[in-house]
T-cell receptor, first 113, second 111 residues
Framework: DVKVTQSSRYLVKRTGEKVFLECVQD?????MFWYRQDPGLGLRLIYF???????EKGDIPEGYSVSREKKERFSLILESASTNQTSMYLC????????????FGNGTRLTVT | AQRVTQPEKLLSVFKGAPVELKCNYS??????LFWYVQYSRQRLQLLLR??SRESIKGFTADLNKGETSFHLKKPFAQEEDSAMYYC?????????????FGKGTKLSVIP
């Protein structure tokens, strides 16, 4: 069974802090994704990566960056956290050049005060 | 641009009643449609995809290209069906990775 693990379930950070959200998958998937989930807005894609060191912007990349140095790990970085980035962040992975369904992690609930 | 619309934020039905969660999409290419479900305190997971044409947990969904819809149906709702449901779309062409999600519908099954 595919396992996507997000390092933190809950995080509380202060405005202006640099924040790292980590995601690891154990199924050798090529593709990894970061979404944010907000009530009434659904899931919105922030960034995705289809290979090591490759990244593509999603629908709402502003204020975020990503890093994919190893195939199994995909990090989301908030360079200077702001209160409007308080949200649930979901990591997902898929294999087969995008043809297979997404497998999600449990999510990280980030609060920026 | 591709778009997925779920018109109902919240849907409440009684146990044993039929359920229909609506999903409409806007896309000019050849879409692949999915339903994902998130039960309370669990991760988001795939419920079904249109190319599989299968029934999962009693749910079915048929892609209607004429009406650009992919409604999720179940003849008799169960309490354990209470969850958040998301419809999602992906271009079925090669090299397409992005999944576009609707805003979700919260299904509440009343005992």
């Amino acid at each position: 069974d595919v396992k996507v693990t997000q390092s933190s379930r809950y995080l509380v950070k202060r405005t202006g802090e640099k924040v790292f959200l980590e995601c690891v998958q154990d199924m050798d998937h090529e593709n990894m994704f970061w979404y944010r989930q907000d009530p009434g807005l659904g899931l919105r894609l922030i960034y995705f990566s289809y290979d090591v060191k490759m990244k593509e912007k999603g629908d709402i990349p502003e204020g975020y960056s990503v890093s994919r140095e190893k195939k199994e790990r995909f990090s989301l970085i908030l360079e200077s956290a702001s209160t409007n980035q308080t949200s649930m962040y979901l990591c997902a992975s898929s294999g087969g050049r995008g043809r297979s369904p997404l497998h999600f992690g449990n999510g990280t609930r980030l609060t920026v005060t | 641009a591709q778009r997925v619309t779920q018109p109902e934020k919240l849907l409440s039905v009684f146990k044993g009643a039929p359920v229909e969660l609506k999903c409409n999409y806007s896309y000019s290419g050849s879409p692949e449609l999915f339903w994902y479900v998130q039960y309370s305190r669990q991760r988001l997971q795939l419920l079904l995809r249109h190319i599989s044409r299968e029934s999962i947990k009693g749910f079915t969904a048929d892609l209607n290209k004429g009406e650009t819809s992919f409604h999720l149906k179940k003849p008799f709702a169960q309490e354990e069906d209470s969850a958040m449901y998301y419809c999602a779309l992906r271009d079925s062409g090669a090299g397409s990775y992005q999944l576009t999600f609707g805003k979700g519908t919260k299904l509440s099954v009343i005992p």
